[in-house]
């Protein structure tokens, strides 16, 4: 949720915001991943799932909390090999607390190629820094809307961003009307 927004609303329990905006998937990003298989790891109620469906095959769905979805409860940082091995990339809308960003960052992509919707700006924070040499695309997205029943723009742009385990350039693809 927004940071310019703070104290307007009560955040939800664990900040959890699902993936409800079909705007989320931008037909540059649904490019990027038709046909592959992939795993969610932050799954929650299946938001993801459910926008990809046409597109790509989920493999893999998890996520720290029990939601009484068909995902199994695991922490993301847990992820092994036999998880993932049917996976091509990781898809997800994290956590945005740096504490646990952070922690995502420095494991998912060791584990596959990782494609992370967050806010548009993070990619500009210093301590964003030594992960943006390693995101290879940025596909901008917009603003969003993160409750069903308030389908209302938040203040905030988001991104998809594609983080590998090794150095790469940075391709920037912009908003599309």
């Known amino acids: ?9 009560e955040l939800t329990e664990k900040y959890y915001y699902p993936t409800v905006d ?10 990027q991943i038709r046909g592959k298989s992939y795993a969610e790891p932050c799954y929650g109620k299946g938001h993801i799932e459910d926008h990809l469906m046409d597109v790509a095959r989920c493999r893999w769905r998890s996520d720290i909390d029990a939601y009484g979805t068909c995902s199994v409860q695991k922490d993301a940082l847990k992820l092994t090999d036999r998880d993932l091995y049917l996976c091509d990339l990781i898809i997800t809308n994290p956590p945005y607390s740096w ?18 919707l967050l806010p548009a700006d993070k990619m ?20 969003l809307y993160w409750m069903e029943d ?8 988001y991104a998809w961003f594609k983080f590998h385990n090794t150095k790469v350039d940075t391709i920037f693809i912009g908003r599309e009307k």
């Open 1 to 9: 949720m927004s940071k310019r927004q703070h104290g307007k609303w």
């Open 22 to 31: 079909p705007k989320a998937f931008p037909p540059r990003s649904i490019e």
């Open 99 to 116: 504490f646990i960003l952070k922690e995502l960052l420095e494991y998912l992509p060791t584990r596959k190629p990782t494609w992370l």
């Open 124 to 143: 500009h924070n210093v301590n964003m820094g030594p992960y943006m040499e390693k995101c290879s695309m940025v596909i901008s997205v917009g603003r």
């Open 150 to 157: 308030k389908p209302v723009r938040g203040v905030d742009n």
